[in-house]
């Protein structure tokens, strides 16, 4: 499991690599037969991981999951949950949205995830419309007046590990670098108006890492 690569096909020989959170883009290489009645070639890795003695097979492997969003879109997300927690014991939740808009969640390697697992916290990283790998359609989903459709597949997302007892309300971040920055800032805006006509707040807290909060300012002092 995880997101595998092919680097190099030539004279029989397939070499990828294969990132998940307890492979950092480890090296594989593979000799296929020539011919049906050969018997199979080796599998053998040929890069190694300086783990500098951690232990990566104790490192959590997402679950990929589906929301229906505010609209009925599905939504495609992946939860990492800490060692030993469960569905239905909620625990402190991060929602991490990726950059972009045109970008898209893999289950690959990811230092700053499992570091917030190690102290406890889920991870839950919604691929939102807009997306890539889903397909055109639903990468045009969010575009011109559309943009804040998926602000609130965003929202979704929180309100789904509520709903199936993975966190509480109040104890979930929004969290995301760039454009993911931008929509950790517009969740909770949302998250807030949305309570003023009666919904409870979801967010406790938001990270925005050089997100856009104000697009007037942006376009004055961006050059061309």
Same mark, same amino acid.
């Given at each position: 499991? =995880?997101?595998? @690569?092919? !680097?190099?096909?030539?004279?029989?020989?397939?070499?990828?690599?294969?990132?998940?959170?307890?492979?950092?883009? &480890?090296?594989?290489?593979?000799?296929?037969? /020539?011919? /049906?009645?050969?018997?199979?070639?080796? $599998?053998?890795?040929?890069?190694? !991981?300086?783990?500098?003695?951690?232990? $990566?097979?104790?490192?959590?492997?997402?679950?990929?999951?589906?929301?229906? @969003?505010?609209?009925?879109?599905?939504?495609? /997300?992946?939860?990492?949950?800490?060692?030993?927690?469960?569905?239905?014991?909620?625990?402190?939740?991060?929602?991490?949205?990726?950059? %972009?808009?045109?970008?898209?969640?893999?289950?690959?390697?990811?230092?700053?995830?499992?570091?917030?697992?190690?102290?406890?916290?889920?991870? #839950?990283?919604?691929?939102?419309?807009?997306?890539?790998?889903?397909?055109?359609?639903?990468? #045009?989903?969010?575009?011109?007046?559309?943009?804040?459709?998926?602000?609130?597949?965003?929202?979704?997302?929180?309100?789904? $590990?509520?709903?199936?007892?993975?966190?509480?309300? =109040?104890?979930?971040?929004?969290? %995301? %670098?760039?454009?993911?920055?931008? #929509?950790?800032?517009?969740?909770?805006?949302?998250?807030?108006? /949305?309570?003023?006509?009666?919904?409870?707040?979801?967010?406790? @807290?938001?990270?925005?890492?050089?997100?856009?909060?104000? #697009?007037? &300012?942006? $376009?004055?002092?961006?050059?061309?």
């Amino acid at each position: 499991k =995880g997101v595998v @690569s092919v !680097a190099d096909l030539r004279g029989g020989r397939v070499v990828w690599t294969l990132s998940n959170a307890r492979k950092p883009g &480890t090296g594989f290489a593979y000799d296929i037969p /020539a011919t /049906a009645s050969e018997k199979p070639g080796t $599998l053998r890795p040929v890069t190694l !991981a300086e783990d500098q003695g951690v232990d $990566l097979n104790l490192f959590p492997l997402p679950e990929l999951v589906k929301y229906s @969003s505010f609209d009925g879109v599905e939504i495609p /997300a992946f939860v990492w949950m800490p060692p030993g927690a469960k569905p239905g014991s909620p625990i402190p939740f991060v929602v991490n949205y990726h950059g %972009g808009p045109e970008g898209q969640w893999r289950p690959s390697f990811s230092a700053t995830t499992q570091a917030l697992l190690s102290r406890g916290f889920g991870v #839950m990283q919604p691929n939102v419309r807009g997306s890539t790998g889903y397909g055109r359609a639903f990468q #045009m989903m969010d575009d011109y007046k559309n943009r804040w459709a998926s602000v609130k597949d965003g929202v979704e997302a929180a309100r789904w $590990l509520i709903k199936n007892n993975y966190a509480k309300a =109040g104890k979930i971040a929004a969290y %995301g %670098g760039s454009y993911g920055g931008f #929509m950790s800032v517009a969740t909770i805006v949302e998250d807030g108006e /949305a309570s003023e006509k009666g919904t409870p707040l979801i967010f406790g @807290s938001s990270v925005n890492v050089v997100g856009i909060v104000n #697009m007037k &300012t942006f $376009l004055e002092q961006t050059s061309g």
